[in-house]
């Protein structure tokens, strides 16, 4: 089979019918890393001889009978998740030492499924605006994204066919669109952050990349779960992600194109594009304008972002200012000043949103946005505009970016679906339902 393109459900059945083991399998993708990572930069830390061994270790274990969801595919995981057996840097130099002697939650998670972790993938400093190393693989002279920069441009050379992410802002849904691959964010409280890079406890959520909506919901399944070591982990029902996507709609979804405040931001192709499709989708998409309070959300959500900032990088800031970057420096100081009222308002402004939305889709099935500003920029200094995202993140709703759409140079530019909370599985339905139907269009 011609391996790389194929997907991780099929993958799995392969090695699970013995067409291919899982160190033929990691061998085929060790190649292309060594093809594509000169030019791509998505790897912090890559070790092909941990990845062999791991690998060899999963053969063996299938030939004893066991056989887990994710039994030898490889995954990249962002250099924010503590793994016991690779260093984690945070994407900076501060951190450059630090060793984990556990796994942290997702990645044991992963491991117990049957995964090969391949590596950690490259992201910006300490999660935030100051990029990496990476390059976007559609252009090398465009930003692939941030903060999971390496792990939506390894899946989108094909490097890995899955790998992890996680968003304070829009840094999985950005780089999804920019890398043109799918990015899902979760619910917040659905998958564990425990031993991740804490930004924010308030809006950190793990996010997932992947060339398919069913590799998507594949891992995704595997990840989701509560762990009472993460304390806003969610005790709701694990979604049936996989089969549900699967299904076919009982009626045509009614999806809600929402005119947010900041629709100024956006480039002319975008707005063309998203014109088309609802021209395709005819009455299935109503326009829709917010709440005038809802403009405010950005500023919310900033005082929330960077007020812990301020807390979680007291340390590197106290002790290796020198060693930070003036953007993260500047973050820091702003939520030094905000005062404790300001914070509070602003969190209590999460569940008045959320309030509102929960009757919303009441009415529509989905909303209907874009997952960026437009296509990925050029140069590599400034990851892109998040603004696209905030919103969603801020409420902790359910996000997926799909690469539906192509901008003037020819580049991807995902169109984002979003759900209510713990809607993750209808999510899942009607972005395979928005892709067929879109694909069929054209």
Not at 248 to 270: N, Q, R, T
Request: glycine share 8%; proline share 5%; charged share 25%.
């Amino acid at each position: 089979m011609s391996t790389l393109n194929t997907s991780a459900v099929e993958m799995v059945q392969s090695i699970k019918k013995g067409e291919i083991t899982s160190e033929e399998l990691v061998k085929s993708y060790i190649e292309q890393i060594k093809k594509k990572e000169k030019d791509v930069e998505a790897w912090e830390f890559f070790d092909p001889e941990l990845a062999i061994a791991q690998a060899k270790k999963s053969d063996e274990l299938h030939q004893s009978g066991k056989h887990g969801d994710l039994h030898g595919i490889p995954v990249g995981i962002k250099d924010i998740f503590d793994t016991g057996d690779m260093p984690t840097t945070d994407g900076t130099e501060i951190h450059k030492k630090n060793l984990s002697m556990n796994d942290c939650t997702v990645v044991s998670k992963l491991k117990q499924a049957g995964a090969i972790i391949m590596g950690k993938t490259v992201t910006t400093e300490l999660a935030y605006y100051s990029p990496g190393k990476t390059k976007n693989p559609h252009d090398l002279s465009r930003t692939p994204g941030g903060s999971s920069s390496g792990s939506a441009a390894a899946v989108a050379s094909h490097m890995v066919p899955l790998a992890i992410g996680s968003q304070t802002n829009g840094s999985v849904i950005r780089p999804a669109s920019y890398c043109g691959v799918v990015g899902y964010k979760p619910t917040k409280g659905l998958i564990s952050r425990h031993l991740v890079l804490q930004i924010s406890q308030a809006l950190d959520q793990v996010g997932i990349f992947s060339n398919s909506i069913e590799d998507a919901a594949l891992i995704s399944e595997q990840l989701i779960g509560y762990d009472k070591q993460d304390p806003d982990s969610s005790l709701n029902p694990r979604p049936k992600l996989l089969a549900v996507s699967r299904q076919k709609p009982p009626m045509e979804p009614l999806l809600a194109y929402i005119k947010l405040p900041f629709m100024d931001k956006l480039d002319e192709d975008v707005a063309d594009g998203f014109s088309e499709i609802k021209d395709e989708l005819k009455g299935q998409v109503e326009e829709i304008e917010l709440p005038e309070g809802f403009a405010k959300i950005p500023d919310w959500h900033k005082i929330i972002m960077e007020s812990d900032m301020a807390r979680s990088f007291s340390g590197e800031y106290e002790k290796s200012k020198n060693k930070l970057s003036d953007k993260i420096i500047e973050a820091i100081e702003r939520g030094m000043k905000y005062t404790s009222v300001e914070y509070n308002d602003a969190l209590t402004k999460i569940d008045l949103a959320n309030t509102y939305f929960k009757q919303f889709f009441h009415d529509y099935d989905a909303i209907l946005t874009p997952s960026a500003t437009g296509e990925a920029p050029k140069g590599l200094e400034f990851t892109g505009n998040p603004i696209f995202c905030t919103v969603w993140t801020y409420c902790g709703m359910p996000s997926i970016s799909l690469p539906l759409l192509q901008g003037k140079n020819g580049l991807p530019i995902g169109v984002q679906l979003v759900s209510s909370l713990f809607d993750d599985d209808r999510l899942f339905r009607n972005a395979n339902w928005l892709t067929n139907k879109i694909k069929n269009e054209t």
